[in-house]
Protein backbone atom coordinates (compact mmCIF):
# COMPACT_ATOMS: atom_id res chain seq x y z
CA UNK A 1 0.00 0.00 0.00
CA UNK A 2 1.19 3.82 -0.30
CA UNK A 3 3.17 4.86 2.77
CA UNK A 4 4.54 8.25 1.61
CA UNK A 5 3.15 10.83 4.05
CA UNK A 6 3.56 13.32 1.22
CA UNK A 7 0.95 11.49 -0.85
CA UNK A 8 -2.20 12.44 -0.59
CA UNK A 9 -4.37 10.02 -0.76
CA UNK A 10 -8.07 10.86 -1.88
CA UNK A 11 -10.74 7.70 -1.23
CA UNK A 12 -13.33 9.09 -3.21
CA UNK A 13 -11.27 7.92 -6.19
CA UNK A 14 -11.89 4.26 -5.32
CA UNK A 15 -8.81 3.26 -7.73
CA UNK A 16 -7.20 -0.13 -6.85
CA UNK A 17 -3.93 0.43 -5.97
CA UNK A 18 -0.90 -0.52 -7.34
CA UNK A 19 0.52 -3.15 -5.16
CA UNK A 20 -2.75 -4.62 -5.06
CA UNK A 21 -3.09 -4.08 -9.13
CA UNK A 22 0.34 -6.29 -9.03
CA UNK A 23 -0.37 -9.10 -6.53
CA UNK A 24 -3.51 -10.19 -8.48
CA UNK A 25 -3.20 -12.67 -10.82
CA UNK A 26 -6.40 -12.52 -12.27
CA UNK A 27 -7.06 -12.04 -16.24
CA UNK A 28 -10.95 -13.39 -16.70
CA UNK A 29 -11.38 -11.93 -20.41
CA UNK A 30 -8.27 -13.72 -21.47
CA UNK A 31 -9.08 -17.21 -19.25
CA UNK A 32 -12.22 -17.88 -20.92
CA UNK A 33 -12.15 -19.06 -23.81
CA UNK A 34 -14.42 -19.74 -27.01
CA UNK A 35 -14.64 -23.81 -25.67
CA UNK A 36 -16.37 -22.35 -22.36
CA UNK A 37 -18.71 -20.11 -24.51
CA UNK A 38 -19.06 -23.35 -26.83
CA UNK A 39 -20.04 -25.32 -23.55
CA UNK A 40 -21.98 -22.40 -22.37
CA UNK A 41 -24.45 -22.45 -25.08
CA UNK A 42 -25.02 -26.32 -25.23
CA UNK A 43 -26.10 -25.78 -21.72
CA UNK A 44 -28.35 -22.70 -22.56
CA UNK A 45 -29.72 -25.00 -25.32
CA UNK A 46 -30.28 -27.61 -22.86
CA UNK A 47 -31.88 -25.51 -20.47
CA UNK A 48 -34.67 -24.24 -23.15
CA UNK A 49 -34.93 -27.94 -24.32
CA UNK A 50 -35.94 -29.03 -20.61
CA UNK A 51 -38.08 -26.04 -20.08
CA UNK A 52 -35.56 -25.41 -16.81
CA UNK A 53 -36.05 -21.49 -17.20
CA UNK A 54 -35.24 -20.58 -13.69
CA UNK A 55 -31.69 -22.02 -13.88
CA UNK A 56 -31.15 -20.67 -17.94
CA UNK A 57 -32.04 -17.07 -16.49
CA UNK A 58 -29.55 -17.37 -13.31
CA UNK A 59 -27.13 -18.26 -15.71
CA UNK A 60 -27.46 -15.78 -18.39
CA UNK A 61 -27.43 -12.70 -15.45
CA UNK A 62 -23.70 -13.56 -15.00
CA UNK A 63 -23.28 -13.75 -18.33
CA UNK A 64 -24.91 -10.39 -19.31
CA UNK A 65 -22.54 -8.84 -16.16
CA UNK A 66 -19.49 -10.22 -17.77
CA UNK A 67 -20.08 -9.25 -21.76
CA UNK A 68 -23.67 -8.45 -22.31
CA UNK A 69 -23.01 -8.07 -26.36
CA UNK A 70 -22.01 -12.08 -25.87
CA UNK A 71 -25.34 -12.77 -24.09
CA UNK A 72 -26.86 -11.37 -26.92
CA UNK A 73 -25.43 -14.04 -29.41
CA UNK A 74 -26.65 -16.93 -27.48
CA UNK A 75 -30.06 -15.93 -25.94
CA UNK A 76 -32.75 -13.69 -26.98
CA UNK A 77 -33.54 -12.52 -23.38
CA UNK A 78 -36.91 -10.47 -25.15
CA UNK A 79 -38.21 -13.98 -25.67
CA UNK A 80 -38.00 -15.30 -22.17
CA UNK A 81 -39.74 -12.33 -20.78
CA UNK A 82 -42.84 -14.10 -20.35
CA UNK A 83 -40.64 -16.77 -18.36
CA UNK A 84 -39.16 -14.69 -16.52
CA UNK A 85 -42.90 -13.04 -15.45
CA UNK A 86 -44.09 -16.35 -14.15
CA UNK A 87 -41.25 -16.86 -12.14
CA UNK A 88 -41.84 -13.28 -10.89
CA UNK A 89 -45.57 -13.98 -10.04
CA UNK A 90 -44.97 -17.05 -8.11
CA UNK A 91 -42.50 -16.07 -5.99
CA UNK A 92 -43.57 -11.94 -5.25
CA UNK A 93 -46.88 -14.06 -3.82
CA UNK A 94 -47.23 -12.43 -0.30
CA UNK A 95 -46.79 -15.74 1.68
CA UNK A 96 -43.42 -16.52 -0.46
CA UNK A 97 -40.18 -16.67 1.13
CA UNK A 98 -38.64 -13.42 0.89
CA UNK A 99 -35.32 -14.25 0.09
CA UNK A 100 -36.91 -15.69 -3.27
CA UNK A 101 -38.47 -12.84 -3.73
CA UNK A 102 -35.18 -10.64 -3.68
CA UNK A 103 -33.21 -13.21 -6.01
CA UNK A 104 -36.40 -12.92 -8.82
CA UNK A 105 -36.42 -8.81 -8.63
CA UNK A 106 -32.53 -8.89 -8.76
CA UNK A 107 -32.78 -10.89 -11.98
CA UNK A 108 -35.06 -9.44 -13.36
CA UNK A 109 -32.83 -5.49 -12.57
CA UNK A 110 -30.10 -7.33 -14.15
CA UNK A 111 -31.61 -8.69 -17.59
CA UNK A 112 -34.78 -6.91 -17.98
CA UNK A 113 -33.75 -3.35 -17.00
CA UNK A 114 -36.93 -2.34 -19.15
CA UNK A 115 -39.54 -4.16 -17.12
CA UNK A 116 -39.77 -2.57 -13.79
CA UNK A 117 -41.55 -4.59 -11.72
CA UNK A 118 -43.87 -2.99 -8.37
CA UNK A 119 -41.10 -4.21 -5.44
CA UNK A 120 -39.62 -2.24 -2.87
CA UNK A 121 -36.89 -3.61 -1.21
CA UNK A 122 -37.42 -1.37 2.24
CA UNK A 123 -40.69 -4.01 2.27
CA UNK A 124 -37.66 -6.56 2.43
CA UNK A 125 -35.56 -4.85 4.91
CA UNK A 126 -38.42 -4.31 7.46
CA UNK A 127 -39.21 -8.10 7.49
CA UNK A 128 -37.61 -9.24 10.98
CA UNK A 129 -37.29 -12.84 10.11
CA UNK A 130 -34.94 -11.66 6.69
CA UNK A 131 -33.70 -7.75 7.74
CA UNK A 132 -30.04 -7.07 6.96
CA UNK A 133 -29.08 -5.94 10.23
CA UNK A 134 -25.80 -7.63 10.72
CA UNK A 135 -26.84 -8.80 14.19
CA UNK A 136 -28.94 -11.16 12.47
CA UNK A 137 -26.62 -13.20 10.97
CA UNK A 138 -24.37 -16.56 12.08
CA UNK A 139 -21.50 -16.46 13.28
CA UNK A 140 -20.34 -19.02 10.52
CA UNK A 141 -18.14 -17.85 7.43
CA UNK A 142 -20.95 -19.30 5.41
CA UNK A 143 -23.17 -17.33 6.58
CA UNK A 144 -21.38 -14.69 6.08
CA UNK A 145 -20.65 -15.17 2.84
CA UNK A 146 -23.95 -15.71 1.49
CA UNK A 147 -25.17 -12.61 3.65
CA UNK A 148 -22.54 -10.88 1.85
CA UNK A 149 -23.62 -11.37 -1.58
CA UNK A 150 -27.48 -10.53 -0.38
CA UNK A 151 -26.19 -7.13 0.41
CA UNK A 152 -25.01 -6.73 -3.26
CA UNK A 153 -28.14 -7.62 -4.30
CA UNK A 154 -29.90 -5.54 -2.34
CA UNK A 155 -27.63 -2.46 -4.05
CA UNK A 156 -28.62 -3.25 -7.24
CA UNK A 157 -32.36 -2.63 -6.30
CA UNK A 158 -31.18 0.46 -3.60
CA UNK A 159 -27.56 1.88 -4.51
CA UNK A 160 -27.86 3.65 -1.74
CA UNK A 161 -28.08 0.04 0.44
CA UNK A 162 -31.22 1.68 2.36
CA UNK A 163 -28.49 3.29 4.33
CA UNK A 164 -26.99 0.61 5.73
CA UNK A 165 -22.89 1.28 6.07
CA UNK A 166 -20.50 -1.61 6.15
CA UNK A 167 -18.36 -0.74 9.89
CA UNK A 168 -15.23 -1.80 10.72
CA UNK A 169 -16.45 -5.11 12.62
CA UNK A 170 -18.46 -6.14 10.07
CA UNK A 171 -15.24 -5.60 7.51
CA UNK A 172 -13.02 -7.89 9.74
CA UNK A 173 -15.91 -10.57 9.67
CA UNK A 174 -16.03 -10.65 5.82
CA UNK A 175 -12.24 -10.66 5.92
CA UNK A 176 -12.01 -13.47 7.95
CA UNK A 177 -14.64 -15.37 7.19
CA UNK A 178 -12.93 -15.75 3.35
CA UNK A 179 -10.12 -17.02 5.21
CA UNK A 180 -12.26 -19.48 6.79
CA UNK A 181 -13.77 -20.19 4.16
CA UNK A 182 -10.03 -20.70 2.01
CA UNK A 183 -8.92 -23.45 5.21
CA UNK A 184 -11.60 -25.46 4.15
CA UNK A 185 -10.08 -26.49 0.89
CA UNK A 186 -13.80 -27.03 -0.44
CA UNK A 187 -14.15 -26.68 -4.23
CA UNK A 188 -17.48 -25.77 -4.10
CA UNK A 189 -16.16 -22.89 -1.88
CA UNK A 190 -14.14 -21.36 -4.49
CA UNK A 191 -17.45 -19.58 -5.81
CA UNK A 192 -18.52 -18.67 -2.36
CA UNK A 193 -15.03 -16.92 -1.71
CA UNK A 194 -14.81 -15.43 -5.31
CA UNK A 195 -18.46 -13.67 -5.24
CA UNK A 196 -17.97 -12.31 -1.41
CA UNK A 197 -14.93 -10.63 -2.61
CA UNK A 198 -16.39 -9.06 -5.48
CA UNK A 199 -19.51 -7.94 -3.40
CA UNK A 200 -17.03 -6.65 -0.64
CA UNK A 201 -15.37 -4.62 -3.24
CA UNK A 202 -18.69 -2.75 -4.57
CA UNK A 203 -20.04 -2.27 -1.22
CA UNK A 204 -17.21 -0.82 0.53
CA UNK A 205 -14.63 0.26 -2.26
CA UNK A 206 -12.22 2.65 0.33
CA UNK A 207 -11.79 -0.24 2.32
CA UNK A 208 -10.68 -2.62 -0.12
CA UNK A 209 -8.25 -0.21 -1.57
CA UNK A 210 -7.11 0.51 1.90
CA UNK A 211 -4.35 -1.15 4.16
CA UNK A 212 -4.14 -4.65 5.41
CA UNK A 213 -5.97 -6.55 2.48
CA UNK A 214 -2.68 -8.27 1.42
CA UNK A 215 -3.79 -12.14 2.85
CA UNK A 216 -7.16 -11.42 1.30
CA UNK A 217 -5.78 -10.62 -2.20
CA UNK A 218 -3.15 -13.82 -2.08
CA UNK A 219 -6.11 -15.78 -1.38
CA UNK A 220 -8.56 -14.22 -4.02
CA UNK A 221 -5.40 -15.06 -6.33
CA UNK A 222 -5.28 -18.77 -5.29
CA UNK A 223 -8.96 -19.64 -5.53
CA UNK A 224 -8.80 -17.99 -8.97
CA UNK A 225 -6.35 -20.36 -10.32
CA UNK A 226 -7.83 -23.26 -8.65
CA UNK A 227 -10.76 -22.47 -10.43
CA UNK A 228 -9.38 -22.03 -13.87
CA UNK A 229 -7.31 -25.50 -13.31
CA UNK A 230 -10.71 -27.27 -12.15
CA UNK A 231 -12.38 -25.75 -15.34
CA UNK A 232 -9.85 -27.10 -17.45
CA UNK A 233 -9.75 -30.48 -16.06
CA UNK A 234 -13.68 -30.59 -16.13
CA UNK A 235 -15.16 -33.10 -18.60
CA UNK A 236 -18.71 -31.93 -18.56
CA UNK A 237 -20.63 -29.93 -20.29
CA UNK A 238 -22.08 -27.16 -18.36
CA UNK A 239 -20.07 -23.95 -17.22
CA UNK A 240 -22.61 -21.62 -15.56
CA UNK A 241 -20.46 -22.31 -12.15
CA UNK A 242 -17.28 -21.07 -14.43
CA UNK A 243 -18.91 -18.20 -15.54
CA UNK A 244 -20.05 -17.35 -12.49
CA UNK A 245 -16.61 -17.16 -11.12
CA UNK A 246 -15.17 -15.02 -13.96
CA UNK A 247 -17.49 -12.83 -13.45
CA UNK A 248 -16.65 -12.04 -9.94
CA UNK A 249 -13.04 -12.03 -10.58
CA UNK A 250 -13.51 -9.48 -13.59
CA UNK A 251 -15.50 -7.24 -11.14
CA UNK A 252 -12.01 -7.93 -8.35
CA UNK A 253 -9.82 -6.92 -11.14
CA UNK A 254 -11.70 -3.44 -12.12
CA UNK A 255 -10.18 0.02 -11.89
CA UNK A 256 -13.33 0.87 -10.65
CA UNK A 257 -16.57 -1.15 -9.82
CA UNK A 258 -19.75 0.79 -8.68
CA UNK A 259 -23.46 0.17 -9.08
CA UNK A 260 -25.97 3.36 -9.81
CA UNK A 261 -28.84 3.49 -11.05
CA UNK A 262 -27.72 2.67 -14.34
CA UNK A 263 -26.84 -1.37 -12.98
CA UNK A 264 -22.91 -2.18 -12.58
CA UNK A 265 -20.28 -0.18 -14.24
CA UNK A 266 -16.47 -1.52 -14.21
CA UNK A 267 -13.75 0.83 -15.67
CA UNK A 268 -11.43 -1.96 -16.61
CA UNK A 269 -7.55 -1.52 -16.68
CA UNK A 270 -6.17 0.40 -19.32
CA UNK A 271 -4.06 -2.15 -21.98
CA UNK A 272 -0.52 -0.52 -22.63
CA UNK A 273 -1.68 1.62 -25.88
CA UNK A 274 -0.10 1.35 -29.22
CA UNK A 275 -0.25 4.77 -31.38
CA UNK A 276 -3.87 5.88 -32.83
CA UNK A 277 -5.32 3.64 -30.21
CA UNK A 278 -8.32 4.92 -27.76
CA UNK A 279 -8.70 4.28 -24.12
CA UNK A 280 -11.30 1.39 -23.02
CA UNK A 281 -14.48 2.83 -21.77
CA UNK A 282 -16.43 2.52 -18.89
CA UNK A 283 -18.98 -0.48 -19.71
CA UNK A 284 -22.79 -0.84 -18.24
CA UNK A 285 -24.58 -3.43 -17.12
Do not use: C
Not at 248 to 255: E, G, H, L
Amino acid sequence: MITDPEVDINIKDLVLDESVKAKLKLDPEHDVTENDWDKLRAEFDWYKKEGRYQELLSTAVYVKLFDPQRLEQLVDLEALWPEQQKLWDYDSKPNSRAEDTLNEAYRVKVLYPNHPLDYDPKEWWNNPISRIDPQFVGDDALSWSNYTSRLLRIKFLDPNLMGLKITDQMWEKMKGSINELQQEKQILFDLNILEMAASMKILAPERWNGPNMESTISIISDVYNHALSENRDSTGTFSGFFFEKMTAARIIVAQEAKITEHGLELKMPEPELELNEKPPETRRF
